[in-house]
T-cell receptor
Framework: DAKTTQPPSMDCAEGRAANLPCNHS???????VYWYRQIHSQGPQYIIH???NNETNEMASLIITEDRKSSTLILPHATLRDTAVYYC?????????????FGQGTELSVKP | DAEITQSPRHKITETGRQVTLACHQT?????MFWYRQDLGHGLRLIHY???????NKGEVSDGYSVSRSNTEDLPLTLESAASSQTSVYFC??????????????FGPGTRLTVL
């Protein structure tokens, strides 16, 4: 399984964009990148996923480099409620079960 | 609204007892998963199921079992509870298919303490 590397913690000012990096240098061509977040004591919440192209939804944007070895999750206007642990996950290929293997994540603190 | 629920939300038990944690989803999802979360380990996959009567072992399955008799439920059983199984347990579900299998919906969690 491809492994991911994320900084253990980051700070962001409220109203600013939060850019969360993730390295996945051993990713293979058919492995998707997923982002989840977990607010304290709650179950994880799906945010976004992508394969090769950049993706955007109502929560965030996902930028994947051309070589696919790294990606960045962007929260365009961070609020205090975005304080959470953010997990970058390279999903096991679908024909091998499609499982998610969670790492340690990045603890994002949004400050007033 | 469709949802995924877990019960109980908190459980205290004694070493050696059998414990069953319930997970129920109303999305009609084929895929269901059980994770445990401990400080310093993140979420680790225990067991998962891709449909009725299908079960598979995850990365930390020793001491746990599951059975899938219908689409809505995937109960997790600790055959003989051990202190090392004190943890927070999360259940999740997802649709089938390449684009959906990774979009998992998580329950609120069950905090289990084994004394």
């Amino acid at each position: 399984d491809a492994k991911t590397t994320q900084p253990p913690s980051m700070d962001c000012a409220e109203g600013r964009a939060a850019n969360l990096p993730c390295n996945h240098s051993t990713i293979s061509g058919n492995e998707y990148v997923y982002w989840y977040r977990q607010i304290h004591s709650q179950g994880p919440q799906y945010i976004i996923h992508g394969l090769k192209n950049n993706e955007t939804n109502e929560m965030a944007s996902l930028i994947i480099t051309e070589d696919r070895k790294s990606s960045t999750l962007i929260l365009p206007h961070a609020t205090l409620r975005d304080t959470a642990v953010y997990y970058c996950i390279v999903r096991v290929p679908y024909n091998q079960g499609g499982k998610l293997i969670f790492g340690q994540g990045t603890e994002l603190s949004v400050k007033p | 609204d469709a949802e995924i629920t877990q019960s109980p939300r908190h459980k205290i038990t004694e070493t050696g007892r059998q414990v069953t944690l319930a997970c129920h989803q109303t999305w009609n999802h084929n895929n269901m998963f059980w994770y445990r979360q401990d400080l310093g380990h993140g979420l680790r996959l225990i067991h998962y199921s891709y449909g009725v009567h299908d079960t598979n072992k995850g990365e930390v399955s020793d001491g746990y079992s599951v059975s899938r008799s219908n689409t809505e439920d995937l109960p997790l059983t600790l055959e003989s509870a051990a202190s090392s199984q004190t943890s927070v347990y999360f259940c999740a579900s997802s649709e089938s298919g390449q684009g959906r299998v990774g979009e998992q919906f998580f329950g609120p969690g069950t905090r289990l303490t084994v004394l």
